[in-house]
């Protein structure tokens, strides 16, 4: 079992940053890949970003050259800084692992923080 703890989630004006951290814990394999995805009220769960082990990234073009993330492996956290935020980026992040076995892939989900960005 993997259990993931996000934080760095708040309110900030348009054009400010935040820094999400995500920590995981529990039986952590070597080979994953970590992202972050977001909900706004009303709307679907979206693909934010995400790494894996090797460090290769992948970006929502909605977030590109404002977010950045990025991982520390040997304490199996994962990073989200956002910056020039804008009100529509307002939404609960949520933290994600995916690694797999050789039957099938393991999903985790953190309880995901909540993004505030005032206009």
Excluded: H
Excluded at 41 to 54: D, F, M, N, Y
Excluded at 85 to 93: F, Q
């Amino acid at each position: 079992q993997v259990q993931l703890v996000e934080s760095g989630g708040g309110l900030v004006q348009a054009g400010g940053s935040l820094r999400l951290s995500c920590a995981a814990s529990g039986r952590i394999f070597s080979n994953n890949v970590m992202a972050w995805y977001r909900q706004a009220p009303g709307k679907q769960r979206e693909l934010v970003a995400t790494i894996t082990s090797g460090g290769r990234t992948n970006y929502a073009e909605s977030v590109k050259d404002r977010f950045t993330i990025s991982r520390d492996n040997a304490k199996n956290t994962v990073y989200l800084q956002m910056n020039s935020l804008k009100p529509e980026d307002t939404a609960v992040y949520y933290c994600k692992v995916a690694q797999d076995t050789i039957a099938t892939t393991l999903v985790y989900w953190g309880q995901g923080t909540q993004v505030t960005v005032s206009s």
